[in-house]
Structures are given as structure tokens and as C-alpha cells.
């Protein structure tokens, strides 16, 4: 019964063993998609190259719905899983700010240690300024903290925000990813070929 | 006719890519209960810069507070080794794929001081949001949404959104 | 275009639509596949296997020993009513009442990892009641004192002399549970109450640790 960890199944000294494990094919995979190359990843906002959305929408979805058959089947316990807390404002004005740095930098936090790790200057640039963003931040806190704190929502879903069934939501999230890459593929066809 | 112009570099295909992330995912939750990230390692990277050369301060400030925990490295958490894993992988798969190269990368309208100017200012951005969000677009957007949780899909719009909207705007840095 | 590539394009798009049909009918399985309720707590498998098990009984020989020794990794929970408690109890109890047992403030004494939980009360039945409705909710460390009150007056407080056919082995537990009576204060019968319990044992102090949540903290 899942989550091996929280459940006690495998031991927490395990823990540190299992995180370069599942870091070491996470950045195999994503560095295998191509997020290493900045100007891929930017591809999504100027409809050259897709694969951030199809990436990314393709894993959400493999992962949401691999996760409720595994809770149906009894392999896993949702309510046991880490629900990203939802602070609302927190989160609208982190992520205005963080699109920003996206599509300033070209990439996010993840893959630009990928891209580090195969040698763009680039990316270590990067990585120095997501350093001095945290260090600003910390700095800052009192100012920004009634933002940071304001808001709580507490470990909601869309379950509960939208009072739908989370099968129903599934289904239909998968609905809009596959319309989502269809879409994207005619954009790519209609806009210039830029090659990197 | 052919297009005989191609990208350099050939990648797995994305839904393929998509496809063993989503396993990666529904692994990671199934053996530790959370999600994926990669900012939490940064902002270990700066609790642990700070707390060296200025306790004090840090134990003063609200923020680096609560990651300091006495005879216990800020370093020494999950998301770290995962980070380590995170470059490893990255490497090998880029040393496979053949990509191992020291190289600014950059449009050609740019030029790399600009380009390193841009990169700094935007992963400066993005942890300074990442922070406020508690998560990044693995951590929080990815993650969340595995769950369903109501703050990854709006953190999620919210990064696409703003980046979208912002576009026009720095379209010379990129095309 | 060559022909070839055309050729390999057409295989694409065929391969693009097998996928999302796949996809349509695994999400769309979730939404027909007959729902069922998910119970709080153990599953019904391993709840009776608990309960058939005679595990969760703690002698009173076995506590005797601890109090003696002074054990400090058990907690003795007493399901009694409050005045049942205030007439008698054992060393260092703490009193839920079985009707009680479910009030939020009770859950941080039974929900937790420090200690081994031993309910009791006049025999073992309103005991074992406590005991189904904690492990039901999957707390760990609960345990049942094996005959309750009455087993500990009869074995502990006032044990019955071995008849001299027994073996050594009964004369030896007969002196030990003599010795442990002799300890808890009490060497003939009719000075049993609580005061006269307690005085060699000191209070002692109960730190409750609840147990950690499940869920694991922090992503990004």
C-alpha cells in the first residue's frame, strides 16, 4: 500500500538513496526531450516548437490518471499523497512573476540544471540569478510575507474548488490536452520554421 | 521537396518524453508520497550561503528561520540529492545524445553578453516567484497537477499565462 | 515532398491517433468504473486479523513488572467513569472514559508513538471496546490489559496460594506477585484503595509525541 515511504514500507534511511535515483531519471528524461536548449523550451510562446506543452501536458496527464487507478486498485492512498497547499494570490502573483523569468531566461529551475549539466554558460547564468531571486526574497520576507501567508486555502484540489468528480475532471483534462496538441501542431505548421 | 534545413539535435519524441515523465511521477508519489522539484534545492543553496557567513542574520530573518535546524545541514534534504541526480542525469543523457559542449546559447539577433545579461535577470525572476509560489513549474505546476491539486493548476495558468503575454515583448531575445 | 516521407508522415498520424484513443478510453475508465466507498482508517482484512489475534492482551504480571520497574515507555489508560477512576486506579493511570474516547483531545494520547497504550478496565470488556474503536482508526501500540481490575486484584493484589501438588514454577510467581503486592503497597487486602496505590511510585510526567503526519511535507 503506497506511498512506500510515509507507509513505512521502505525505510527513511532509504530516502536519500531513492531521491538521486529518481533525480538521476528525471534529468536523464527531461534532458532527453530536449528541455536543455533554451531556445526549445521558448519554442511554446512563439509557436515554433511545442514540446514544453506536449511534455508537459502529456506527463500531467499519464501521471493523473496512473495515480487514480493506482488509488481505485487499493495500490495507493490519495489522501496520504503531498497536495500542493494552495495560497492563492501566493501562487497568481509567484507565477506572473515566474513567466516572466520564463520567458526572460528561457528556462525553469529544472531544466536549466539540465542544461548546466551538459555545459551551457547560459544556464549557469541562470542558475546564479534563480540564487540571488531566492536571496532577494529571503531578504525581503517581512515585506512580502502577509502575500506569502495570505490566502490559505489549505491542501485543496479542483475536487473541491469545483465540485466536480475527479473522474469526470480527468476525462475531460485529457480531452483538452489531446485538442491542445492538435492545435498546437497546425500553429506550427502555419508559423516560420526557426531552427536552433 | 524535402526540407533539408534540420535542428541539430535529435530528442526523444515529446509524447514519449511526457509518457515516462508521467511514469516518473506516478513512481515518485508511489514511493514517497510527494511530488517532484527542483527550486527547493536553490533556496538550500542560500539558506546554507547564509547561515555560514552570517548566523545572526539568518536566524533573525522569519524566512531562513524555518529551514535552519540546529546541528543539521539545510543541505541535507530530499530535494538536494534529487538535484544531484537531476545534474547527473542530465549529463549522461547529454553525454549519449552527444550534446557535452562549454557553449553560450543564444538567438542570433543576441549577442552572449546579452544573452547571459537576459539569463540572469530571468532566473532571478523565477526564483524570487518560485519562492513566493512554493514551488516551480516541477514542484508546484507538475506536481500539483498530478494530484489535482487547485494551487498547481493555478500556478500553472498563471506561469503560461504571464509568459505568453509577455512574449511580444522580449520576441527579439528569441526569433 | 518525396513519396517516402509522405508515406512516413501517414504511419505518424495513424500512430498520434491509436495513442489518444488509448488515452480517451483509460480516462474514460475511470469515469465508468463502478465506484465504491473507501473506508477511513485499517482495511476490514487486517482490522479482523487484529481482532483474532490475541496480541493485543498485556498480563498483569507482565504490568505488575513494568510498574515495578517503572517501565517508562507505558502509558495505562483507564476506561472506567470518572468517579470509578477517582476510587480506584492503578499507579499513574490516565482516565478517557469509554464514552469519551472519541473527543478530539483524547486523540493525542492514543495517536501517538511514544508509548505502548494499555487500556483497562473492570474486566476486559469495555477495555477491548476502547481497543476496536483505536485500531479501527489504525493507531498503532494499543494493547488490553488481559482481565482487566479483576485480574489484577486477583493475581497481583491478592494471589491465590498455589496448591503444593503445583510445580516450582507456580511457587515462583506466587512469591513474585506476593513481592509486587508487598510494592504497590498493599500487604492484606482491605487497605485497597488509591491512595494507599501509589505512594512508591512517583507521577510520572507524560510527554505525548503524536505521530507524525503521513503526508510529507514541501515540494519545490
Known amino acids: 500500500m503506497g506511498p512506500l515511504i510515509p507507509n513505512g514500507i521502505i525505510p527513511p534511511e532509504w530516502d536519500f538513496v531513492i531521491a538521486l ?20 523550451l521558448a519554442g511554446v510562446f512563439y509557436g515554433y516548437d511545442f514540446v514544453v506543452l506536449k511534455v508537459f501536458f502529456t506527463a500531467a496527464v499519464v501521471a493523473v490518471i496512473g495515480i487514480y487507478y493506482l488509488d481505485y486498485l487499493g495500490f495507493i492512498d490519495i489522501s496520504k499523497l503531498y497536495i500542493h497547499p494552495t495560497y492563492l494570490w501566493a501562487a497568481i502573483v509567484g507565477g506572473i512573476v515566474m513567466g516572466l523569468g520564463f520567458i526572460l531566461g528561457g528556462f525553469c529551475p529544472g531544466t536549466s540544471l539540465c542544461a548546466v549539466a ?57 480531452l483538452v490536452a489531446i485538442i491542445a496538441f492538435v492545435i498546437s501542431d497546425l500553429v506550427r505548421k502555419k508559423v516560420k520554421k526557426i531552427f536552433y | 521537396m524535402e526540407n533539408k534545413v534540420k535542428n541539430k539535435h535529435v530528442y526523444w519524441n515529446p509524447y514519449f518524453g511526457g509518457f515516462m515523465l ?28 547564509v547561515d555560514d557567513v552570517a548566523p545572526t542574520h539568518a536566524s533573525k530573518n522569519a524566512y531562513y528561520e524555518q529551514f535552519i535546524i540546529n546541528g543539521k545541514s539545510p543541505l541535507n534534504t530530499w530535494l538536494v540529492f534529487e538535484t544531484l541526480g537531476v545534474l547527473i542525469g542530465g549529463f549522461l543523457s547529454g553525454a549519449l545524445g552527444g550534446r557535452l559542449k562549454l557553449y553560450i546559447q543564444h538567438a542570433p539577433n543576441i ?40 494551487g498547481g493548476f493555478v500556478t500553472m495558468l498563471a506561469i503560461f499565462g504571464s509568459a505568453y503575454a509577455f512574449a511580444y515583448f522580449f520576441r527579439k531575445n528569441w526569433i | 515532398m518525396s513519396k517516402t516521407y509522405k508515406y512516413k508522415k501517414i504511419i505518424i498520424r495513424r500512430r498520434y491517433r491509436i495513442l489518444a484513443a488509448i488515452l480517451i478510453i483509460l480516462s474514460g475508465g475511470l469515469v465508468l468504473l463502478p465506484k465504491y466507498q473507501k473506508n477511513v482508517g485499517i ?34 489508560i483507564d476506561v472506567r467513569s470518572a468517579k ?61 490489559l488481559k482481565g482487566g481490575l479483576n485480574a489484577w486484584f486477583n493475581t497481583i493484589l491478592n494471589p491465590e496460594m498455589p496448591k503444593t501438588s503445583d510445580s516450582e514454577l507456580e511457587f515462583q510467581k506466587y512469591n513474585t506477585r506476593k513481592a509486587a503486592a508487598m ?14 496505590a501509589t505512594p512508591n511510585i512517583a507521577p510520572k510526567k507524560i510527554i505525548l509525541t503524536k505521530t507524525k503526519k503521513k503526508t510529507t511535507g514541501g515540494g519545490c
Open chain 1, 21 to 40: 535515483l529518481i533525480g538521476i531519471i528525471f534529468g536523464y528524461v527531461l534532458e532527453a526531450s530536449g528541455f536543455s536548449s533554451s531556445r526549445k
Open chain 1, 118 to 174: 551538459i555545459g551551457k554558460i547560459d544556464a549557469m547564468a541562470y542558475g546564479v540569478g534563480i540564487l540571488i531571486g531566492v536571496f532577494i526574497f529571503s531578504e525581503f520576507f517581512s515585506f512580502i510575507q502577509p502575500l506569502f501567508d495570505g490566502s490559505n486555502y489549505g491542501a485543496i484540489t479542483l475536487v473541491d474548488t469545483l465540485g466536480i468528480s475527479p473522474y469526470w475532471f480527468i476525462f475531460l483534462f485529457s
Open chain 2, 22 to 49: 508521467g511514469l516518473l511521477l506516478i513512481f515518485t508519489f508511489y514511493i514517497t508520497g510527494r511530488g517532484l522539484g527542483a527550486s527547493g534545492a536553490f533556496k538550500s543553496t542560500v539558506v546554507t550561503f
Open chain 2, 111 to 150: 549577442t552572449s553578453k546579452k544573452r547571459l545579461f537576459v539569463a540572469l535577470l530571468g532566473g532571478l525572476f523565477f526564483g524570487f516567484g518560485a519562492q513566493l509560489a512554493r514551488g516551480c513549474t516541477s514542484g508546484a505546476a507538475l506536481s500539483g497537477m498530478a494530484v489535482l491539486s487547485t
Open chain 3, 43 to 76: 482495511k476490514p482484512e487486517t482490522f479482523l486479523l487484529n481482532l483474532m489475534s490475541p496480541e493485543r492482551y498485556i498480563s498483569t504480571d507482565f504490568l505488575a513488572n513494568s510498574l515495578i520497574s517503572k517501565d517508562p515507555s507505558i502509558l495505562l
Open chain 3, 84 to 144: 470509578e477512576y477517582s476510587d480506584f486506579s492503578l499507579p499513574n493511570a490516565t482516565n478517557i472514559p469509554l464514552s469519551t474516547i472519541l473527543k478530539p483531545d483524547n486523540e493525542t494520547y492514543l495517536d501517538q508513538d511514544g508509548y505502548k497504550v494499555i487500556f483497562y478496565s473492570n474486566d476486559n470488556f469495555f477495555a477491548d471496546q476502547a481497543w476496536l474503536i483505536a485500531k479501527r482508526f489504525g493507531y498503532n501500540n494499543i494493547f488490553v
Open chain 3, 183 to 196: 510494592f504497590f503497597g498493599i500487604g492484606a487486602v482491605n487497605t485497597l484503595n488509591s491512595n494507599a
